[in-house]
């Protein structure tokens, strides 16, 4: 009575979807998708106000659809014999079941602005390698003896830059 996630999604359960489930009040997700389910959704389901996901999908599905499942928030009723239509052109899924429209989009978000922060860290970064080196030259000193009367010893600082 207090399940509130039922997930039995690609099992290969086959038979009819049982007209007792409206005895699980507390159940919100309710996915059924990728079985062998055959006849008809059950009345007894629209009386599952609690609701929140419905997936039917892929399974052997006929009848009609009752008006009641399409105000549950998801639900997906396609790859179904299921009549999705009606006077009112209701769709056989909602928007946020719909393949390829889940987390996709902030996956490529996150994705894209990890790319991005990379490349600028990498780029910031051999900015800051360029501009050290710029500024701290190499300075080394190169000595040598000068032949003549006096011998002294004379030094001349060379500047060598690395590229």
């Not at 011998?151 to 830059?161: D, G, V």
Request: aromatic share 10%.
């Amino acid at each position: 009575m207090r399940l509130e996630y039922l997930n039995l999604a690609d099992n290969n359960f086959s038979g009819s979807v049982p007209a007792t489930w409206d005895r699980l009040s507390s159940l919100k997700h309710l996915l059924l998708k990728g079985n062998d389910l055959s006849g008809h959704i059950p009345d007894t389901i629209a009386n599952l106000t609690g609701l929140a996901e419905l997936d039917l999908s892929s399974n052997g599905l006929t009848g009609t659809i009752p008006m009641p499942l399409f105000s549950i928030p998801i639900f997906n009723f396609s790859n179904t014999l299921l009549h999705c239509c009606s006077s009112l052109d209701q769709p056989c899924a909602s928007k946020p079941s719909l393949p390829g429209s889940t987390n996709k989009p902030k996956l490529v978000k996150i994705v894209g602005f990890a790319s991005f922060g990379l490349f600028a860290l990498i780029i910031l970064g051999a900015i800051f390698i360029y501009r050290y080196n710029h500024m701290h030259r190499h300075k080394t000193n190169v000595f040598f003896y000068v032949s003549g009367k006096e011998k002294k010893k004379h030094s001349l600082q060379c500047k060598f830059l690395f590229s």
